[in-house]
């Protein structure tokens, strides 16, 4: 699919507000793999497919899990939020044929991370916290480390978010932790090699 009949399969499914924020994803990331060498063509049909399902009502996102075969871990079933970007991925696969799985395991890990991201995976997760249309306490902050490395805006947005759920009780996944821990590590790793 091209770029123009992706923008136009996401628009009939989201809200016009959606449909804005995946345009200014796309923008985002495409600018975030130029920056850092990721595929830009890539990175911006990521972008505008990330959230396909997050105007879904949940019980059909949870059908779509479940007829692709995706069993919630016991997180995964408490948090609804991370539900849209696994229904999201399946549906890109099932019925648009997306056969890219950077590009599909890009949009299932937008939400939680993981562990051993790809240079894909961490610009499309950085990119849907810092694109044009977010207003939120720290995202300048955020912006400026994105400037810096994706790594140390990962850092934050997992901040952000793991203090976010603690504070509504709610579950971390699992993969939130691995991928800080990743970019932790990677952190030190750089400044290491830069003494």
């Known amino acids: 699919m091209t770029f123009e009949q992706c923008e136009q399969e996401v628009k009939r499914h989201l809200t016009d507000k959606r449909f804005f924020h995946s345009q200014c994803v796309a923008a985002e990331a495409a600018r975030l793999a130029q920056r850092y060498g990721a595929d830009v063509e890539k990175a911006r049909l990521a972008g505008i497919l990330h959230d396909i399902m997050k105007d879904t009502p949940p019980e059909q996102q949870l059908k779509i899990l479940r007829d692709s075969g995706i069993i919630l871990t016991k997180t995964q079933s408490r948090n609804r939020k991370l539900w849209h970007a696994l229904a999201g991925a399946a549906y890109l696969r099932g019925a648009l044929g997306v056969s890219d799985e950077e590009i599909v395991s890009a949009v299932a890990c937008h939400t939680s991370g993981k562990g051993d991201m790809s240079l894909l995976e961490k610009t499309l997760f950085v990119a849907d916290y810092i694109s044009a249309d977010r207003e939120y306490p720290g995202v300048e902050e955020m912006r400026r480390a994105a400037n810096r490395s994706l790594e140390e805006a990962m850092v934050e947005g997992i901040l952000f978010t793991v203090n976010e759920l603690m504070e509504q009780r709610l579950p971390v996944a699992a ?21």
């Open 175 to 195: 993969e939130s932790i691995q991928a800080y821990n990743d970019a932790i590590f990677t952190l030190e790793q750089k400044k290491e090699q830069s003494l």
